[in-house]
């Protein structure tokens, strides 16, 4: 009887163990260190073999930045853009433009990385330009999205080079970005502004800022 009960209650202890090991399904990869400066930022929108992602694309990955956010009008525009393309009407409106309206806004998928089974961050980026006359704007914007289980819960702004121009003024904006292992998002901003002051002298100021963000 003793040994009966022994490798009964054994019995139990194996099973017990292996159905907690099944469990624990959970598996957190490690991200690898991404860095990308302005340079790096032009070669990426160079890059002809990347997948171009549309405006319903974009909106799907940009739906947790607030409506306050500098980028709102540009998703917006994006989609007004898109539309005029799929509906033949892109040529007119090419052939119409003013000053300070939006040319032309394309949207590309850089990478997925894959941080856990159940979530990944997505690495895309936006091109845009306006209407080649002052005032003139253009930028290259990456953003990271978080997507856990298949939906979005985030995204931030990463990497970026942004211009305007209205002569004799100008602003500039560029960025040294690096995504650590950890998930924090560490970005090296640079802004210069230039023109003319009220003596009809030149200026140029520069200033820095360090930003901070964290994906997951």
Same mark, same amino acid.
């Given at each position: @009887? @003793? $040994?009966y009960l022994l490798l009964t209650f054994l019995g139990f202890t194996l099973w017990g163990c292996g159905t907690k090991a099944k469990k624990e +399904?959970?598996?957190t990869l490690q991200v690898a260190e991404m860095k990308i400066d302005s340079i790096a930022l032009e070669s990426i929108f160079l890059d002809s073999s990347l997948t171009k992602i549309s405006s319903l694309e974009a909106s799907s990955l940009w739906g947790f930045l607030p409506d306050t956010s500098e980028y709102f009008e !540009? !998703? =917006?525009s994006f989609r007004r853009l898109d539309?005029? $393309? %799929?509906a *033949? $009407?892109? /040529? =007119?409106? &090419?052939? %119409?433009l003013d000053i300070g309206m939006y040319k032309d806004i394309t949207g590309i998928l850089l990478k997925d990385i894959s941080v856990s089974e159940a979530k990944t961050l997505r690495v895309w980026g936006i091109n845009y330009s306006s209407y080649e006359a002052c005032p003139y704007f253009d930028g290259k914007v990456l953003f &990271?999205? +978080?997507i856990e289980n298949n939906k979005t819960t985030a995204c931030v702004p990463f990497a970026y080079i942004k211009t305007s121009a209205d002569a004799p003024f100008y602003e500039n904006f560029s960025t040294s970005s690096t995504l650590k292992p950890n998930g924090k998002v560490l970005i090296n901003e +640079?802004? /210069?502004? *230039?023109? &003319?002051?009220?003596k009809d002298k030149a200026y140029i100021e520069k200033r820095n800022a360090k930003i901070e963000y964290s994906v997951f």
């Amino acid at each position: @009887m @003793m $040994k009966y009960l022994l490798l009964t209650f054994l019995g139990f202890t194996l099973w017990g163990c292996g159905t907690k090991a099944k469990k624990e +399904t959970h598996v957190t990869l490690q991200v690898a260190e991404m860095k990308i400066d302005s340079i790096a930022l032009e070669s990426i929108f160079l890059d002809s073999s990347l997948t171009k992602i549309s405006s319903l694309e974009a909106s799907s990955l940009w739906g947790f930045l607030p409506d306050t956010s500098e980028y709102f009008e !540009l !998703l =917006n525009s994006f989609r007004r853009l898109d539309s005029l $393309k %799929s509906a *033949g $009407k892109y /040529e =007119n409106y &090419i052939s %119409s433009l003013d000053i300070g309206m939006y040319k032309d806004i394309t949207g590309i998928l850089l990478k997925d990385i894959s941080v856990s089974e159940a979530k990944t961050l997505r690495v895309w980026g936006i091109n845009y330009s306006s209407y080649e006359a002052c005032p003139y704007f253009d930028g290259k914007v990456l953003f &990271i999205s +978080t997507i856990e289980n298949n939906k979005t819960t985030a995204c931030v702004p990463f990497a970026y080079i942004k211009t305007s121009a209205d002569a004799p003024f100008y602003e500039n904006f560029s960025t040294s970005s690096t995504l650590k292992p950890n998930g924090k998002v560490l970005i090296n901003e +640079t802004h /210069e502004a *230039g023109g &003319i002051d009220e003596k009809d002298k030149a200026y140029i100021e520069k200033r820095n800022a360090k930003i901070e963000y964290s994906v997951f």
